[in-house]
């Protein structure tokens, strides 16, 4: 929540550009946020009418509840349905019900009595 509250002091108080915001906040330990992201933060900003100075009695989790509406944290039990899940060779409905391995380039069903060519350019 450090970089979103750094991301809107940029913004609203020093008047950064977008791609300045985007290049600024990027650092040797941390991933840079892009442009993108920036924007979508900065749309939801306009839209709740938020100003820079934050009031003070508004902490990380009352910003993030106000940015991200819906997105409270997850329990560890999600965690442990997705390994599950993750750890199957093969999950329900994924790849249209079939449970053989698809070739990753064509998309195609690996079949073992085909043999695949590819042309020497």
Do not use: H
């Amino acid at each position: 929540m450090l970089k979103v509250r750094e991301v809107l002091r940029l913004r609203l108080e020093a008047r950064f550009s977008i791609r300045q915001i985007s290049a600024s906040t990027s650092t040797s330990t941390s991933t840079k946020i892009s442009v993108g992201a920036i924007q979508k933060l900065m749309s939801r900003v306009d839209t709740l009418e938020i100003t820079w100075l934050l009031p003070e009695d508004l902490d990380d989790g009352r910003l993030a509840a106000m940015l991200y509406p819906g997105s409270g944290p997850v329990s560890s039990s999600c965690y442990e349905v997705l390994y599950q899940e993750l750890k199957r060779k093969t999950s329900p409905g994924c790849c249209s019900g079939r449970s053989t391995p698809l070739d990753t380039r064509t998309g195609a069903t690996a079949n073992p009595n085909t043999v695949t060519v590819t042309g020497t350019g």
